[in-house]
């Protein structure tokens, strides 16, 4: 049996957020549209360089971590395609790291 999915953050709950993209415009308290995904490579990029991250990372690094970390966390493939919407699980399985973490 996999592990339980963790709770939303407090953010989310206060968005409303039920689906969609995470990472959002904010206009005061209106949560708008998703990211483009150079808006999303330019807030992880600068912030990564500062902890010693190298590489062109942005909104596929976040996924294929994402999707690795809880896979190894024993989320089951299945549930991690209906978080990551995709249509097959092959799909989600291409964004899992065999390698070793960076902890």
Same mark, same amino acid.
């Given at each position: 049996?996999?592990?339980?999915?963790?709770?939303?953050?407090?953010?989310?709950?206060?968005?409303?957020?039920?689906?969609?993209?995470?990472?959002?415009?904010?206009?005061? &308290? +209106?949560? !708008?549209? $998703? /990211?483009?995904?150079?808006?999303?490579?330019?807030?992880?990029?600068?912030?990564?360089?500062?902890? #010693?991250?190298?590489?062109?990372?942005?909104?596929?690094?976040?996924?294929?971590?994402?999707?690795?970390?809880? &896979? +190894?966390? !024993?989320? $089951? /493939?299945?549930?991690?395609?209906?978080?990551?919407?995709?249509?097959?699980?092959?799909?989600?399985? #291409?964004?899992?790291?065999?390698?070793?973490?960076?902890?």
């Amino acid at each position: 049996m996999g592990a339980a999915v963790p709770e939303q953050p407090v953010w989310v709950e206060a968005a409303k957020l039920t689906e969609g993209a995470l990472f959002r415009r904010i206009w005061g &308290a +209106r949560v !708008g549209p $998703a /990211l483009s995904d150079r808006a999303i490579a330019l807030v992880i990029q600068p912030r990564s360089a500062r902890t #010693g991250l190298e590489g062109d990372l942005g909104r596929h690094s976040l996924r294929s971590g994402f999707i690795t970390e809880a &896979a +190894r966390q !024993g989320l $089951a /493939l299945p549930v991690l395609k209906t978080m990551a919407d995709h249509r097959v699980v092959a799909s989600v399985a #291409g964004y899992f790291q065999q390698g070793d973490s960076h902890r």
